[in-house]
């Protein structure tokens, strides 16, 4: 599989919030995207209102809540891991893919590589920002989005995202952009949660509190299964070498309590409470359904122990 041309690169129409099936209340009609044309591969895509309207919400999702809070207290070892596997060395030109507050970017930049942190929700920056400055480094932050990066072919040594990338609801396009930007030799990194681990079942459980995705839109949590990659990248990448870990979470005494943290703090999820706002029994049930998903996950006695699996990918640029 070769580059995609560049047009191909340009094509916006769908976010999250459709390949999750969410959108906030009333917002129903764009989300499930009924007004538009079907788009092929072989059709040029110019950006219309539609296009973005939808990265738009797509942005405020993130931006609900406190996404900040999630990344540091939840999964703050995560960018290290990372870092480490993909081997950056001091003078690598790094680009972190849907950065969010920088998880992957700060220790990067620790490890003295020149970084860029990229993201469509430019509200996390300032989080982000304050993160580097605490641990004495620079870093870049230039807004982008992860199907259309805002960067030239061939530009960075190495392209990584923790728990990022993932969220691009059209998985091929967001491939060809991680393969686009990194030279031939270059190292792409990815840690993406499992289909079968924690955040997946998640994602099942809210998927009937949403709006049906449109078509072509796919799930996060497909980025976790080995496979799945391997596919998408293609024979554009050798040397892959992937393992599955979990992250250990002790961070609530119990599943209602992680229930009540997740309701307030996480975008999709905040958005699936808005969009069954009207339906007491509906919002009930999709309380009981998260709190029985941590519970189910929970090995912990006399307070909540979760070991929440990701998928950790290396591949190397064909050359």
Not at 281 to 307: C, E, F, N, S
């Amino acid at each position: 599989m070769g580059r995609s041309p560049p047009w191909t690169r340009y094509v916006i129409t769908r976010t999250l919030l459709v390949a999750v099936g969410a959108t906030p209340a009333g917002d129903t009609e764009e989300t499930t995207m009924t007004d538009t044309t079907d788009i092929t591969a072989t059709t040029p895509i110019t950006a219309t209102d539609a296009d973005r309207t939808l990265k738009a919400k797509h942005r405020a999702m993130w931006a609900m809540g406190d996404y900040p809070d999630v990344a540091a207290r939840l999964i703050p070892e995560l960018g290290p891991v990372l870092v480490t596997a993909a081997g950056i060395r001091p003078g690598d030109r790094v680009l972190d893919v849907a950065a969010g507050t920088g998880n992957v970017a700060v220790p990067a930049a620790r490890a003295g590589a020149d970084v860029v942190a990229s993201d469509l929700t430019p509200e996390l920056f300032d989080a982000g920002r304050a993160s580097a400055e605490r641990a004495g480094v620079a870093v870049q932050w230039q807004e982008g989005d992860a199907e259309a990066l805002p960067f030239g072919d061939d530009t960075f040594d190495a392209v990584l995202s923790c728990v990022g990338v993932m969220f691009a609801p059209h998985h091929q396009l967001a491939a060809d952009e991680l393969v686009r930007v990194c030279r031939p030799g270059g190292r792409i990194g990815l840690i993406s949660w499992t289909p079968t681990g924690f955040i997946g079942d998640l994602f099942r459980t809210m998927k009937p509190y949403m709006p049906p995705p449109p078509p072509g839109a796919q799930p996060p949590p497909l980025w976790g299964d080995e496979e799945h990659v391997r596919t998408l990248l293609g024979d554009r990448v050798t040397d892959v070498e992937t393992r599955t870990r979990t992250v250990t979470v002790t961070a609530f005494e119990s599943p209602e309590t992680f229930r009540a943290y997740w309701r307030e703090t996480y975008g999709p999820t905040i958005v699936a409470y808005r969009n069954v706002a009207d339906d007491p029994k509906r919002t009930a049930a999709l309380d009981r359904d998260i709190a029985a998903v941590a519970a189910r996950h929970d090995r912990g006695t006399g307070t909540t122990v979760m070991d929440w699996e990701y998928l950790l990918l290396t591949a190397r640029v064909t050359a």
